[in-house]
């Protein structure tokens, strides 16, 4: 079983920064990919950014390239998004997902943080 939990969210201004985190816990050693997707009110949930344990290039969104940055802890289950510039279009619950090697088509997802952007 693995725990996902993800922090960091809050009220913020049209162009400032905030730094989302996700920690996963329990049998996290098969870990392949952690991810982030957010739901805003009345929409579908969207990707925004994936991180691969096997290495390589991160996967965005084009929404937030440029200014949404994913990074992971060195030494734990834990990945970071970092947002810069944000906009009141990125008002959403951000979720966070944990892939595991043995049960990729059924990932773990935390219960989310609400991020609010004021318009």
């Known amino acids: 079983q693995v725990h996902v939990v993800e922090s960091g969210g809050r009220l913020v201004r049209p162009g400032e920064s905030l730094r989302l985190s996700c920690a996963a816990s329990?049998?996290?050693?098969?870990?392949?990919?952690m991810s982030w997707f957010r739901q805003a009110p009345g929409k579908e949930r969207e990707f925004v950014a994936r991180m691969r344990w096997s290495g390589g290039s991160p996967d965005y969104a084009d929404s937030v390239k440029g200014r949404f940055t994913i990074s992971k802890d060195k030494y734990k289950t834990t990945v970071y998004l970092q947002m810069n510039n944000v906009k009141p279009e990125d008002t959403a619950v951000y979720y966070c997902n944990t892939v595991l090697r043995y049960r990729s088509d059924s990932p773990y997802w935390g219960q989310g943080t609400q991020v609010t952007v004021l318009s």
């Open positions: 329990g049998r996290t050693e098969s870990t392949i990919a």
